[in-house]
Structure formats: structure tokens, C-alpha cells
T-cell receptor, first 111, second 113 residues
Framework: GENVEQHPSTLSVQEGDSAVIKCTYSDSASNYFPWYKQELGKRPQLIIDIRSNVGEKKDQRIAVTLNKTAKHFSLHITETQPEDSAVYFCAATPSGNQFYFGTGTSLTVIP | DTAVSQTPKYLVTQMGNDKSIKCEQNLGHDTMYWYKQDSKKFLKIMFSYNNKELIINETVPNRFSPKSPDKAHLNLHINSLELGDSAVYFC????????????FGQGTRLTVV
């Protein structure tokens, strides 16, 4: 199956600073890359996604970039707030019904 | 209206027992999954079913047996539970076509004692 690597595993930032999480994938057939946020004790929920025909996507303070040639994609959160503190997962999908997740990044935003 | 629901939310049981976790989705999705999330928070895919047909079985011990009576349900039965099975198990579903998100259930925290 697909192999997704995610870095860093933990990230602490001051409130208002930016946070960047990076992922790489192995299967060139992957064409859909969602990002999930999981708050403590809750289910993972989609925050943004990108498809392989797009290089960048933005939604308010969140943006995702994709480099298909290098097989890596990144999540950027600007103007971080304490409520952004959570575990973030990237995923890659070699086909529509296979979601392979990265190892997660625990983000802490310090007020 | 809960999109993906799984029961029970918590399950505490002794080693050697057999237990089941049920999952239902009302989104009309073609594909359902089981994921295991261990104490390190890794989300590891266990099984993927598409229209009741097994698509992925990711080196899961055969003590784990998924059952999909119809495309809206995917249950997980675990035989001879071991301490290492303690984890949070998430059910999820997605639409096969169009590369859309997977929706997760609330999770079942399994503790084997």
C-alpha cells in the first residue's frame, strides 16, 4: 500500500505565528490529499483537501500546497490560535477508496 | 443526524473474550473502513470494503473479521482478545468516485484487561 510520512511529529508555536506540516507519499497514483484535524477524544475531521490537478488551495487561515513531481504536500496554518491545538493528519489516496494516513502532528499553540 | 455511527463508544473486556463493534453510515457511501488508532495516535487502516466486497486487508491478524451485511453497515468482530488490541477503533466511509473525504465515526475505545 501507499506509504505516507509526516513531519514534524510535534510542533509548538506562539499564538499568531504560522505552523507548517509536511508530508511525503510514495505511490505516484495518489491523486487526492486530505488533511484531518483531531481534537482530544474526538473523531478526525476534514479541514482541507487538494486534488492532483491543483498546486495550491487556500481556505481562510489554512492553505495546502502539492508538488506531484516531488511527491510532497504541506499544510500551512497562519495566525494560529489556541483552538488550532490538535493532532493533524495528512492522507494520500492511490484510488478513491484507499485512504492512507501520515503518522500525525501534535500541534500546540501557546497563548 | 449522525452520518457515521458506531457502537459501543467504550468497551472494556478481559483477555480471551470475543467482542463486536458495529458501524452504520447513512450517507449512501460505497466504501467503508476500519482504522485502528493506538496510543501513539497512528491511524492505521485495517480493512476497506466497497459495496460489501473486501478491498483492503492490511496484515491484520485473522482474529479480526469484518462483516458487511449491506453497504451501509460494516461490523468488526474480534476473537480471543489480547492486551495489544487495546486501542481506539474508528469506522469511516467515503464515496468511491470523485475523490471525496472520508467521514469518521466517533470511535470505540477498546480496553483489554
Amino acid at each position: 500500500g501507499e506509504n505516507v510520512e509526516q513531519h514534524p511529529s510535534t510542533l509548538s508555536v506562539q499564538e499568531g505565528d504560522s505552523a507548517v506540516i509536511k508530508c511525503t507519499y510514495s505511490d505516484s497514483a495518489s491523486n487526492y490529499f486530505p488533511w484531518y484535524k483531531q481534537e482530544l477524544g474526538k473523531r478526525p475531521q476534514l479541514i482541507i483537501d487538494i486534488r492532483s490537478n491543483v498546486g495550491e488551495k487556500k481556505d481562510q487561515r489554512i492553505a495546502v500546497t502539492l508538488n506531484k513531481t516531488a511527491k510532497h504536500f504541506s499544510l500551512h496554518i497562519t495566525e494560529t490560535q489556541p483552538e488550532d491545538s490538535a493532532v493533524y493528519f495528512c492522507a494520500a489516496t492511490p484510488s478513491g477508496n484507499q485512504f492512507y494516513f501520515g503518522t500525525g502532528t501534535s500541534l500546540t499553540v501557546i497563548p | 443526524d449522525t452520518a457515521v455511527s458506531q457502537t459501543p463508544k467504550y468497551l472494556v473486556t478481559q483477555m480471551g473474550n470475543d467482542k463486536s463493534i458495529k458501524c452504520e453510515q447513512n450517507l449512501g457511501h460505497d466504501t467503508m473502513y476500519w482504522y485502528k488508532q493506538d496510543s501513539k495516535k497512528f491511524l492505521k487502516i485495517m480493512f476497506s470494503y466497497n459495496n460489501k466486497e473486501l478491498i483492503i486487508n492490511e496484515t491484520v491478524p485473522n482474529r479480526f473479521s469484518p462483516k458487511s451485511p449491506d453497504k451501509a453497515h460494516l461490523n468488526l468482530h474480534i476473537n480471543s482478545l489480547e492486551l495489544g488490541d487495546s486501542a481506539v477503533y474508528f469506522c469511516a466511509s467515503s464515496q468511491l468516485q470523485g475523490n471525496t473525504e472520508a467521514f469518521f465515526g466517533q470511535g470505540t475505545r477498546l480496553t483489554v484487561v
